[in-house]
């Protein structure tokens, strides 16, 4: 098992996870100058021996690795409520982000990236995780209709012509604090934080392009759960 930097106290302690030893000696360097403390794993197996002893807040961890890839081990990680992940990958695509997002990363960034940009992300992570616990929201309408869907928020219900439609936790808690306010435009990172989603502003939009599917007739022309350009969200219901 690698050995951790020293760490002072205060200082952040970041994990880092990839196979290629030049790359993660070059961001064991650069985080190391810039106030974190760095310890590196070259594997999911390495890195699971890491989290057994040390305890860290945050890791990077490489989407493709042989073995256990970033992807899996992310997955598996989240049911212990692991420290924030910022994956790297080589992968672009949306599908890849929202693979990402399901499996419970915070946030991505694609290679080859520049090692201030990691740095920058990784303060942004931090700094999210400092701010105080949100106020509970307002307890929203008891039913709410949005044309044929009916969503009965104290059963966590939706219906649809008078059938069921299955709901995650994820689109249930945005549902419900959405219907609190209104008609009030809500912004995406205050949306993560009230709802819980893991991914900040990135997971919210995920949400919502499934949940139109589920209360909107065109979900490419949202009537209900409407978007405020460079602001956020609102939900309207009949």
């Excluded at 693979?99 to 303060?123: H, I, M």
């Amino acid at each position: 098992m690698p050995e951790p930097t020293d760490r002072t106290l205060g200082t952040p302690h970041v994990l880092v996870v990839d196979d290629d030893a030049r790359l993660r000696e070059l961001i064991r360097r650069y985080l190391s100058g810039n106030g974190f403390a760095v310890t590196a794993a070259a594997d999911a197996t390495e890195a699971r021996a890491c989290l057994k002893s040390f305890a860290f807040d945050v890791l990077v961890l490489d989407r493709m690795m042989p073995g256990e890839d970033g992807l899996a081990l992310a997955r598996a990680l989240r049911a212990d409520r692991p420290p924030p992940i910022l994956m790297l990958t080589a992968m672009g695509e949306a599908e890849e982000r929202i693979a990402g997002l399901e499996a419970g990363v915070d946030d991505y960034l694609v290679k080859p990236f520049e090692p201030r940009e990691l740095l920058l992300r990784l303060n942004a992570i931090l700094r999210r995780l400092a701010q105080p616990p949100p106020a509970p929201p307002a307890a929203p309408p008891a039913e709410m209709r949005f044309g044929a869907a009916v969503f009965r928020a104290d059963r966590r219900e939706l219906v649809r012509g008078g059938r069921p439609v299955r709901l995650t936790e994820a689109e249930t808690a945005l549902l419900v604090v959405l219907a609190a306010r209104p008609g009030e435009v809500v912004g995406r990172e205050e949306l993560a934080r009230l709802t819980g989603a893991s991914g900040g502003g990135r997971a919210v939009d995920v949400q919502v392009t499934r949940l139109r599917r589920k209360i909107e007739s065109d979900p490419r022309a949202p009537r209900y759960l409407v978007t405020a350009r460079g602001r956020g969200y609102a939900l309207n219901f009949d």
